[in-house]
């Protein structure tokens, strides 16, 4: 480790041994750890480490080492809660729940945030990668640190611009680098964007115009240039998080010299016109007052605000076309003015995958309907979801997921009456409100209409073939069900809940005794799906005796329905852990469960109700799980999970 952070002009290495998995670890839980700092890695190294210190290792090790500790020193690393995401936890984490076990570099990850260590005011981040042995256990990380005041000795941003108003900035984002808009989180960075981006929670959105990237910050525009930097492999399990090195430089810093020219040269033209005005009083009189009148009138359209002035005509042709000008430059500017904020303003109101409302117009919109009962008379709110969205872009790439949505998009507004409000709430979710009907019948009448208009619309593939446009929604009635829009939102949402968890593809009206029962249900009970995969795990075991099929009444208060025997079941298929299932035996059950990988299993038990008037009467089960329950015929000593 010593011999590393000599050679490698890093300012920390570490080691951290550990086996147990870390959703388990409690605050306080102290890690075996060896953490050594050089605090200048550029300096000539010292033949007795004198420029080493020691700011994790146990007391043995230091008194072995002869190395100095430093003022935050502690024989063992504490592991605190809300640390899911600090430097040696993911990279471990992963390794430890990944079945498929791939080789330690590629879980290496760089952190990107900033940490600190215990009692340490300096901030580092750093690389860490995992600790396997040939057997697949993992058992600690071994990493490097670079202190943040190191890496801006390495980034001179001073050479970015002569008055040292430029920054370099290291970030990461998950976004395609191929879009209009960039969300970056900053990692370190050096100059004057300290402050500002402390102030934005060190996240930033660059956006594109024309061949560069831009942002503002305390209102000023800020120009730069993106340097992407590999440090994954494809198929790492960090490969989402792209590593950017960002130049920044302000616009009127960038465009300074420029500037000072125009300036030089308007005062030139004032002094110029200063001159010339001179001569010409000395001349005239009379040649002083078509200018003052000129004067008159400009400073006349300032203080009324006016964008464009108006002057009247001197009949002297130089001041004409002067004037002229003014009048011309000014309409250029407005027109500029007027461009740019009708430009901003459809970026904040319309979705730019789809072109509908996005979520924060259409709530503005709605909202102002909403203070107008006489304008919505009966409205319904509608909220779908697609159903295929996801198989799409798994199969084909998120390129014709996005294609998908766009077709979706254009059947809604196609489809829809005139003037309703349709929206892309977020992913494949959308919402549209009708209103202004006479009677609720109408509205139903044109619901109908639009969902059976919808269910003839397809959506095109890269094999040729069309893939038919299928959602799944829930309808909630204004002011039958509710009068204000958040509460049609949430009756809305849980008629469409209801929909993907049972049939797809329909769009169900808002039921309010159901909705009643489900909230009961859930306030005296934590939801199986909520436990199942809270505690998943590739070494997990679940077993689960739900209800039998058709006797879910028989249980009082269970509030488990026919419709959770299906969202069960789809749970199940979905974890990385073993299961096994009792059922009884029915044709309904069998269906369900016939499934690839699924082994169903017959065995019959003693009828213990009714024993005692027909003894040795037998009930038929069925055993349902996810590996083959006949192995354990095979095995030569008793199966154990430990």
């Given at each position: 480790?010593?011999?590393?952070?000599?050679?490698?002009?890093?300012?920390?290495?570490?080691?951290?041994?550990?086996?147990?998995?870390?959703?388990?670890?409690?605050?306080?839980?102290?890690?075996?750890?060896?953490?050594?700092?050089?605090?200048?890695?550029?300096?000539?190294?010292?033949?007795?480490?004198?420029?080493?210190?020691?700011?994790?290792?146990?007391?043995?090790?230091?008194?072995?080492?002869?190395?100095?500790?430093?003022?935050?020193?502690?024989?063992?690393?504490?592991?605190?809660?809300?640390?899911?995401?600090?430097?040696?936890?993911?990279?471990?984490?992963?390794?430890?729940?990944?079945?498929?076990?791939?080789?330690?570099?590629?879980?290496?990850?760089?952190?990107?945030?900033?940490?600190?260590?215990?009692?340490?005011?300096?901030?580092?981040?750093?690389?860490?990668?995992?600790?396997?042995?040939?057997?697949?256990?993992?058992?600690?990380?071994?990493?490097?640190?670079?202190?943040?005041?190191?890496?801006?000795?390495?980034?001179?941003?001073?050479?970015?611009?002569?008055?040292?108003?430029?920054?370099?900035?290291?970030?990461?984002?998950?976004?395609?680098?191929?879009?209009?808009?960039?969300?970056?989180?900053?990692?370190?960075?050096?100059?004057?964007?300290?402050?500002?981006?402390?102030?934005?929670?060190?996240?930033?959105?660059?956006?594109?115009?024309?061949?560069?990237?831009?942002?503002?910050?305390?209102?000023?525009?800020?120009?730069?240039?993106?340097?992407?930097?590999?440090?994954?492999?494809?198929?790492?399990?960090?490969?989402?998080?792209?590593?950017?090195?960002?130049?920044?430089?302000?616009?009127?810093?960038?465009?300074?010299?420029?500037?000072?020219?125009?300036?030089?040269?308007?005062?030139?033209?004032?002094?110029?016109?200063?001159?010339?005005?001179?001569?010409?009083?000395?001349?005239?009189?009379?040649?002083?007052?078509?200018?003052?009148?000129?004067?008159?009138?400009?400073?006349?359209?300032?203080?009324?605000?006016?964008?464009?002035?108006?002057?009247?005509?001197?009949?002297?042709?130089?001041?004409?076309?002067?004037?002229?000008?003014?009048?011309?430059?000014?309409?250029?500017?407005?027109?500029?003015?007027?461009?740019?904020?009708?430009?901003?303003?459809?970026?904040?109101?319309?979705?730019?995958?789809?072109?509908?409302?996005?979520?924060?117009?259409?709530?503005?919109?709605?909202?102002?309907?909403?203070?107008?009962?006489?304008?919505?008379?009966?409205?319904?709110?509608?909220?779908?979801?697609?159903?295929?969205?996801?198989?799409?872009?798994?199969?084909?790439?998120?390129?014709?997921?996005?294609?998908?949505?766009?077709?979706?998009?254009?059947?809604?507004?196609?489809?829809?009456?005139?003037?309703?409000?349709?929206?892309?709430?977020?992913?494949d979710e959308f919402l549209l409100l009708f209103y202004g009907y006479e009677t609720r019948e109408a509205l139903r009448a044109d619901i109908k209409k639009l969902e059976e208009n919808f269910a003839q619309s397809s959506a095109a593939l890269p094999d040729g073939k069309g893939l038919c446009i299928r959602m799944s929604g829930g309808v909630a009635w204004y002011p039958e069900d509710a009068l204000d829009l958040d509460t049609l939102k949430k009756y809305a949402d849980f008629a469409m809940y209801e929909v993907k968890h049972s049939t797809k593809g329909e769009i169900r009206e808002f039921d309010m005794e159901r909705y009643r029962a489900g909230v009961y249900a859930m306030e005296q009970r934590s939801d199986f799906e909520k436990l199942i995969r809270q505690y998943d795990r590739p070494v997990s075991f679940f077993y689960c005796d739900p209800p039998y099929f058709a006797t879910e009444n028989y249980y009082k208060d269970v509030g488990f329905t026919k419709a959770d025997h299906i969202r069960l079941r789809d749970t199940l298929l979905q974890i990385s852990g073993k299961f096994l299932v009792s059922y009884n035996d029915c044709p309904e059950i069998r269906d369900l469960w016939n499934r690839?990988?699924?082994?169903?299993?017959?065995?019959?038990?003693?009828?213990?109700?009714?024993?005692?008037?027909?003894?040795?009467?037998?009930?038929?089960?069925?055993?349902?799980?996810?590996?083959?329950?006949?192995?354990?015929?095979?095995?030569?000593?008793?199966?154990?999970?430990?």
């Amino acid at each position: 480790m010593l011999e590393t952070l000599r050679s490698k002009r890093i300012t920390g290495i570490f080691l951290i041994l550990n086996t147990h998995d870390f959703t388990g670890r409690t605050s306080g839980d102290r890690l075996p750890c060896v953490y050594l700092r050089d605090l200048d890695p550029d300096a000539a190294p010292s033949v007795v480490n004198s420029d080493i210190l020691l700011e994790c290792a146990p007391s043995e090790l230091v008194q072995t080492f002869d190395i100095a500790t430093d003022k935050a020193w502690s024989p063992a690393l504490q592991y605190l809660d809300g640390e899911q995401d600090v430097f040696y936890v993911r990279p471990f984490q992963t390794a430890y729940e990944d079945v498929e076990r791939m080789g330690a570099a590629n879980y290496g990850r760089w952190t990107t945030l900033p940490y600190k260590l215990l009692g340490d005011d300096r901030e580092a981040i750093a690389y860490a990668q995992p600790l396997i042995l040939d057997d697949g256990t993992v058992y600690g990380v071994l990493g490097v640190e670079l202190l943040e005041s190191y890496m801006d000795t390495k980034l001179p941003w001073n050479e970015l611009q002569n008055d040292h108003h430029g920054s370099y900035l290291l970030a990461s984002t998950t976004s395609d680098l191929k879009g209009e808009v960039l969300d970056l989180h900053v990692t370190s960075n050096t100059g004057e964007q300290s402050v500002p981006l402390r102030n934005a929670k060190w996240e930033l959105t660059l956006r594109r115009s024309n061949n560069y990237w831009y942002y503002m910050m305390d209102g000023r525009q800020q120009i730069a240039s993106i340097r992407q930097i590999s440090l994954y492999s494809r198929n790492a399990p960090f490969s989402g998080e792209r590593w950017l090195l960002v130049g920044v430089v302000g616009k009127n810093d960038l465009f300074s010299f420029s500037q000072s020219m125009t300036k030089l040269m308007g005062l030139a033209v004032l002094l110029t016109m200063g001159i010339g005005l001179a001569c010409a009083f000395l001349v005239s009189f009379g040649l002083a007052q078509p200018v003052a009148q000129l004067s008159k009138e400009l400073v006349d359209a300032q203080e009324q605000r006016k964008a464009v002035p108006e002057f009247s005509r001197t009949g002297i042709r130089e001041l004409d076309q002067l004037a002229e000008s003014i009048v011309t430059l000014s309409t250029d500017n407005y027109k500029a003015a007027v461009a740019e904020r009708n430009r901003i303003e459809h970026e904040r109101d319309y979705d730019a995958l789809t072109g509908l409302y996005s979520r924060q117009a259409f709530f503005r919109v709605c909202g102002e309907l909403f203070e107008k009962p006489d304008t919505l008379r009966h409205a319904a709110l509608m909220m779908t979801d697609l159903d295929n969205l996801k198989t799409i872009n798994d199969t084909y790439g998120h390129d014709w997921g996005d294609i998908y949505l766009r077709q979706t998009a254009h059947s809604l507004r196609q489809n829809s009456p005139g003037g309703t409000v349709v929206a892309r709430l977020s992913g494949d979710e959308f919402l549209l409100l009708f209103y202004g009907y006479e009677t609720r019948e109408a509205l139903r009448a044109d619901i109908k209409k639009l969902e059976e208009n919808f269910a003839q619309s397809s959506a095109a593939l890269p094999d040729g073939k069309g893939l038919c446009i299928r959602m799944s929604g829930g309808v909630a009635w204004y002011p039958e069900d509710a009068l204000d829009l958040d509460t049609l939102k949430k009756y809305a949402d849980f008629a469409m809940y209801e929909v993907k968890h049972s049939t797809k593809g329909e769009i169900r009206e808002f039921d309010m005794e159901r909705y009643r029962a489900g909230v009961y249900a859930m306030e005296q009970r934590s939801d199986f799906e909520k436990l199942i995969r809270q505690y998943d795990r590739p070494v997990s075991f679940f077993y689960c005796d739900p209800p039998y099929f058709a006797t879910e009444n028989y249980y009082k208060d269970v509030g488990f329905t026919k419709a959770d025997h299906i969202r069960l079941r789809d749970t199940l298929l979905q974890i990385s852990g073993k299961f096994l299932v009792s059922y009884n035996d029915c044709p309904e059950i069998r269906d369900l469960w016939n499934r690839p990988g699924i082994a169903i299993e017959e065995i019959s038990r003693l009828n213990n109700l009714v024993q005692r008037y027909e003894g040795g009467c037998m009930y038929n089960e069925l055993l349902i799980s996810n590996y083959d329950t006949s192995e354990r015929a095979k095995m030569t000593r008793q199966l154990s999970l430990f």
